[in-house]
């Protein structure tokens, strides 16, 4: 299969690091290149500019015999500040849509972009992972794949409630469908005992906790169900170890909800975004692709894990 697994150098059950493997190296290069090479010329220009302006705040008062340095000063500062902005805006506008579009491409055939996203904010609240009525939803970007017969999808969300606008959610959400409804509705989330600041499921189907007998995932999350031995039965040991190296490799909080014919996964942070910017290091693979490659890695692992 022709996939993002494939660019995968499979880590070992203790959480090792994941490689990227030589040919997608090859194809993402050209994407780091050309983000290195805009940021070079964004980055000249606003040092120019500022070179300009520094000479100009010298310069000025001698031709105008302005009095007061502070006006050139601010002139110059103004002048750096807006050039600054503006190639930012330029360098986000031009590079990172494209860049993730073309490291999506790079990463395997089967994967399609597109800037928009199909979630809807019902389908978020159905998830019930998180407490709290959310006011405000935005969710964009959308990487597509499959794997056998499960196709899944990873789209970035953004959720606040009401007071204040707190923040619900701010992450990548994957969403993989089945062919077969789940039993119930079971979620996965990190144990409140272990994880500081975590918070419960939301509240909107009744549920239960679930006894496991496997204390190394159960020091780490806790299972509620609205069917307690379907959830049991549906929490393999072979689901629980993907979970958690997963969880170890991407390094964040990982929830989980099997809501109808779909597993949704919540992940904090933006995947689905070159991390780079003007005065930054160059850009490489590795860091080009981030995230990404293990987020993509984890829905395929589950998508198996669950349809076997």
């Given at each position: 299969?022709?996939?993002?697994?494939?660019?995968?150098?499979?880590?070992?059950?203790?959480?090792?690091?994941?490689?990227?493997?030589?040919?997608?190296?090859?194809?993402?290069?050209?994407?780091?290149?050309f983000?290195?090479?805009?940021?070079?010329?964004?980055?000249?220009?606003?040092?120019?500019?500022?070179?300009?302006?520094?000479?100009?705040?010298?310069?000025?008062?001698?031709?105008?015999g302005?009095?007061?340095?502070?006006?050139?000063?601010v002139?110059?500062?103004g002048?750096?500040?807006?050039?600054?902005?503006?190639?930012?805006?330029?360098?986000?506008?031009?590079?990172?849509?494209?860049?993730?579009?073309?490291?999506?491409?790079?990463?395997?055939?089967?994967?399609?972009?597109k800037?928009s996203?199909?979630?809807?904010?019902?389908?978020?609240?159905?998830?019930?992972?998180?407490?709290?009525?959310?006011?405000?939803?935005?969710s964009?970007?959308?990487?597509?794949?499959?794997?056998?017969?499960?196709?899944?999808?990873?789209?970035?969300?953004?959720?606040?409630?009401?007071?204040?606008?707190?923040?619900?959610?701010?992450?990548?959400?994957?969403?993989?469908?089945?062919?077969?409804?789940?039993?119930?509705?079971?979620?996965?989330?990190?144990?409140a005992?272990?994880?500081?600041?975590?918070?419960?499921?939301?509240?909107?189907?009744?549920?239960?906790?679930?006894?496991l007998?496997?204390?190394?995932f159960?020091?780490?999350?806790?299972?509620?169900?609205?069917?307690?031995?379907?959830?049991?039965?549906?929490?393999?040991?072979?689901?629980m170890?993907?979970?958690?190296?997963?969880?170890?490799?991407?390094?964040?909080?990982?929830?989980?909800?099997?809501?109808?014919?779909?597993?949704?996964?919540?992940?904090?942070?933006?995947?689905?975004?070159?991390?780079?910017?003007?005065?930054?290091?160059?850009?490489?693979?590795?860091?080009?692709?981030?995230?990404?490659?293990?987020?993509?890695?984890?829905?395929?692992?589950?998508?198996?894990?669950?349809?076997?």
């Amino acid at each position: 299969m022709a996939s993002a697994a494939r660019a995968i150098v499979s880590g070992s059950r203790s959480g090792e690091t994941l490689a990227l493997d030589v040919s997608v190296i090859s194809r993402v290069r050209p994407v780091c290149d050309f983000v290195n090479a805009e940021a070079s010329r964004l980055r000249n220009q606003v040092i120019a500019i500022g070179v300009m302006s520094a000479v100009g705040a010298v310069v000025l008062p001698l031709v105008t015999g302005i009095g007061d340095p502070r006006i050139p000063l601010v002139l110059a500062a103004g002048a750096v500040v807006y050039s600054f902005v503006k190639a930012r805006a330029e360098f986000t506008r031009k590079c990172a849509k494209l860049a993730i579009k073309r490291i999506v491409a790079a990463l395997g055939r089967e994967l399609t972009y597109k800037p928009s996203s199909a979630l809807a904010q019902q389908q978020f609240v159905a998830m019930d992972l998180f407490p709290g009525r959310v006011e405000r939803f935005k969710s964009r970007d959308e990487i597509t794949g499959k794997v056998g017969g499960p196709k899944y999808a990873v789209h970035h969300v953004h959720a606040s409630g009401t007071e204040k606008r707190a923040t619900i959610f701010d992450g990548v959400i994957v969403k993989i469908d089945f062919a077969d409804p789940f039993p119930g509705h079971t979620i996965v989330i990190p144990d409140a005992s272990t994880e500081e600041g975590a918070s419960g499921p939301g509240t909107r189907v009744k549920k239960d906790l679930v006894f496991l007998k496997n204390p190394a995932f159960e020091e780490r999350f806790s299972v509620y169900a609205s069917d307690y031995y379907d959830a049991r039965r549906l929490l393999t040991p072979k689901l629980m170890e993907v979970i958690m190296d997963a969880a170890t490799m991407i390094d964040s909080e990982v929830r989980l909800a099997f809501v109808q014919r779909s597993l949704f996964v919540a992940v904090p942070g933006d995947a689905l975004k070159v991390d780079t910017g003007l005065f930054a290091a160059e850009l490489t693979p590795k860091e080009a692709v981030g995230r990404l490659l293990h987020i993509l890695g984890f829905a395929e692992r589950l998508a198996r894990a669950v349809a076997h």
